[in-house]
Every structure is written in C-alpha cells, then in structure tokens.
C-alpha cells in the first residue's frame, strides 16, 4: 500500500517528464533552424554541402515539433 507522500511524489515525477519532452524539443527546434540558417547569417561554416544541412535541420524540426507536441498533450491533456 503507497502512502500519500509516494503518490504526491510519484504525481510530481509525471508533471516533470512532460516539460522535459516540452523543452527538448524547443532546443531540437532551435538546432534545426541554426542547422538551416547559420551559413546564410554568417554564424559558421560547416564541411558538407548546404542542401545536406537543410535536411538534417528540417529533421530536427520536425522531430523538435514531435517532442513539443507529444510533451504538451501529456502536460495538459492527459488528466487521469
């Protein structure tokens, strides 16, 4: 039998997680948009080619949008 300190704990361990999922995914979010525009402002250079970079950001955009979306549905729309 849980008492009623594992069940406030274990309800704060779940509120965490999901803003953890929320928060990576704006830093994936961000790396993408760097990955794409960085060689066009003028924050660096990288070793392969321009159109390669645009994929690999537009990977981590939308896996960055993955993780929001899926952290924002647990934080607010899963209430048991």
């Given at each position: 039998m849980e008492?009623?300190?594992?069940?406030t704990s274990r309800r704060q361990e779940n509120r965490y997680r999901p803003m953890g999922e929320?928060?990576?995914g704006i830093?994936?979010?961000?790396?993408?948009?760097?990955a794409i525009f960085a060689e066009t402002l003028g924050f660096g250079e990288f070793r392969i080619s321009p159109q390669m970079m645009s994929i690999v950001g537009a990977v981590l955009i939308v896996y960055?949008?993955?993780r929001v979306y899926n952290g924002v549905r647990k934080l607010f729309f899963n209430r048991n």
């Open positions: 008492t009623h300190e594992e069940q929320l928060i990576r830093f994936f979010i961000l790396f993408g948009l760097f960055g949008l993955f």
